[in-house]
């Protein structure tokens, strides 16, 4: 017996009684693009860590891409409110 895998993507190994990967390499290959993605790996950097190609990786994980997409505007958004304060607030440096 080992840990069971969990749903907030826990990568441990839960092995069957008799200590086969109870999950198999394809499973672990997709959780490993996900973690990836999640953590904000270029997607295209993910395919070809993977040997996928984009269009595959947007079909497939197009949740995890739209997280991304949430983040990287959040990041935008956030960078344009310090550059409109402007350096007067002591924001920017100049």
């Known amino acids: 017996m080992g840990g069971h ?5 826990d990568l441990r190994v839960d092995r069957t009684e008799s200590g086969v990967d109870a999950y198999g390499p394809f499973r672990r290959r997709a959780q490993a693009i996900s973690f990836w993605l999640a953590s904000g790996v ?12 984009i269009q595959v990786l947007f079909r497939y994980y197009a949740k995890f891409l739209a997280e991304a997409r949430k983040h ?3 990041l935008i958004e956030e960078s344009m409110r310090r550059w409109v304060a402007g350096p007067e607030d002591g924001v920017l440096d100049t």
């Open 72 to 74: 990287a505007n959040n």
């Open 42 to 53: 270029d997607p295209a950097e993910c395919a070809r860590r993977a040997g996928q190609s």
């Open 5 to 9: 895998l969990h749903g907030g993507g």
